[in-house]
């Protein structure tokens, strides 16, 4: 095959990362599975982030009667159930199926959940209020981050927001470029952002609020080497990225 299209570049891309360090795509075992049945694991915890708490403390996260929320790579629904408590109709999506099993077996009646690949499915329902993403990121190969971010766009309404919550560079996650990582082939686990990379890479959104995750005086999940930002789509801008299946404008 010869590459003509940016989607035939991507999937070619794909398969530099077939050592099975790339766990945003489906190949061989289900390697989330092996994460979530570990009961100490801290993502087997049911304790929201803690910087959604300080957002909705903060008056970031409005009132959620009759909004909706996207809770991309939701794992076993953590932060899917606390945002349904604040009165968001959310979806919960993740690329595990023993993930999204379990998140359905733990949640009340009206919390819906999808098993999806994000970076190669359509989204489920949309575009939404808020779009938040807590861990998801940080495990994307580089190239994959254009497919990210067209998912993105067609999943967030103008004027709807964005969390995201990110391996904290210097503290978590591999600090090599993304030259090096293509060649290498191998993803060392998850990649690190500064805050300051996050703010670029989401540039054409408004920035609102970023910081590390720390506790407070309620039961949050804080780990020193995450960090989160919050940022806001304009009511008007960019059109969305032609990178999706069969140029469909998502992924």
């Not at 910087?51 to 991309?72: F, I």
């Not at 919550?165 to 990582?181: H, I, K, N, P, V």
């Not at 670029?200 to 005086?217: C, I, Y």
Request: charged residues 20%; proline residues 7%; negative net charge.
């Amino acid at each position: 095959m010869r590459v003509a299209t940016l989607q035939q570049l991507l999937d070619t891309l794909d398969q530099l990362f077939d050592d099975g360090s790339d766990w945003t795509r489906r190949q061989g075992p289900d390697h989330w599975e092996k994460i979530f049945r570990q009961p100490d694991h801290p993502l087997n915890a049911d304790l929201p982030d803690a910087n959604l708490v300080g957002w909705r403390g903060r008056g970031r996260l409005p009132a959620g009667a009759g909004l909706t929320a996207l809770d991309l790579g939701c794992g076993l629904g953590r932060n899917t159930r606390w945002l349904a408590a604040q009165g968001y109709q959310v979806v919960g999506v993740d690329l595990s199926p023993y993930a999204v099993e379990e998140a359905r077996r733990r949640s009340a009646a009206g919390v819906t959940y999808a098993e999806v690949d994000v970076l190669r499915q359509p989204l489920p329902g949309g575009p939404f209020d808020l779009v938040y993403d807590s861990g998801c990121f940080h495990h994307l190969p580089p190239h994959r981050r254009l497919s990210y971010r067209a998912a993105l766009m067609a999943a967030l309404k103008p004027g709807g927001l964005f969390g995201i919550c990110t391996f904290a560079r210097g503290q978590m996650g591999s600090e090599a470029d993304d030259l090096t990582l293509l060649r290498q082939g191998r993803l060392e686990g998850g990649i690190g952002y500064s805050l300051d990379d996050l703010r670029a890479m989401f540039s054409d959104l408004t920035f609102l609020d970023d910081g590390p995750l720390q506790a407070g005086t309620e039961a949050v999940f804080a780990m020193d080497f995450l960090h989160a930002a919050l940022f806001q789509r304009p009511l008007e801008g960019p059109s969305q990225s032609p990178v999706g299946p069969e140029g469909a404008g998502r992924t």
